[in-house]
């Protein structure tokens, strides 16, 4: 435990200096592009491309040996950041190339193995260890698509009255999106419910199973209207929804 708890502060520092400095790569290329400066571009670029598979290795490694689901949403969610910038500095780069040959790099993607069962942190569900858990963001040009004018998925607080329209864009957007995994769909439904929403499946732990679960609650919540007299005595009697 002592060795596991060791190697987690290791990880963790190792990770908060790749951040920083690919941080200041992105923002290099970001810099150097907008300046049509491409030599400084490229140096910036290849930086950011090597930070940014090394960084991805150490996400690989620290989240299976998390405890707390907040603390491995913590690392996924910044996988995410970064892996959105990165992907967008990859496509630029793809279209403003000098001509010649150069090296190509996809956009990283993040293979988290689950803990083995002698590991396993309490509650959580491991069906078969070592499972890559994949965080994908497709790579190169042909997926520009990606990070064209997005929908934006506003935060749910359970209000029924707004379940139909925002189910529908998270259902199209993230609930039927067949390339990732339930927990990367778990681990965004948690990001986009607030108040009442995000309260009544806070007790589900962030696994692959307790994904649909989340599901089955807010539907059965969300998803039965009430007549309109029926709203007219909850809000005069101050009735919880």
Known sequence: MAARKSNQATLAVTIDVLEKVL?????????????????????????????????????????PL????????????????FVNRFHKINIDWGKNKPAGPTRSAGTPTLQVAAPSE????????????????QLQVASGPTSAAHLLPRIE??????????????????????????????????SRLKLHLTEEAAGVISYLDLTDNNYGKAIDILTGKCNKPRSVKADHYIAITGLPS
């Open 118 to 133: 002698n590991i396993a942190p309490p509650n959580m569900a491991v069906a078969q260890p070592m499972i890559p858990m």
């Open 23 to 63: 941080h200041k790569d992105l923002k290099n290329y970001e810099e150097a592009s907008s300046d049509n400066r491409w030599d400084d571009a490229e140096t910036a670029y290849e930086l950011a491309d090597d930070r940014m598979k090394r960084l991805i290795k150490n996400y690989e490694l620290i989240i």
């Open 153 to 186: 998925i506003t935060k749910f607080d359970g209000d029924f009255h707004k379940w139909k329209d925002w189910w529908a864009i998270f259902r199209t957007l993230i609930h039927k999106d067949h390339s990732m995994r339930p927990i990367e769909k778990f």
């Open 66 to 81: 998390l405890d707390v689901p907040e603390a491995q949403q913590k690392y996924l969610v910044q996988h995410e950041e």
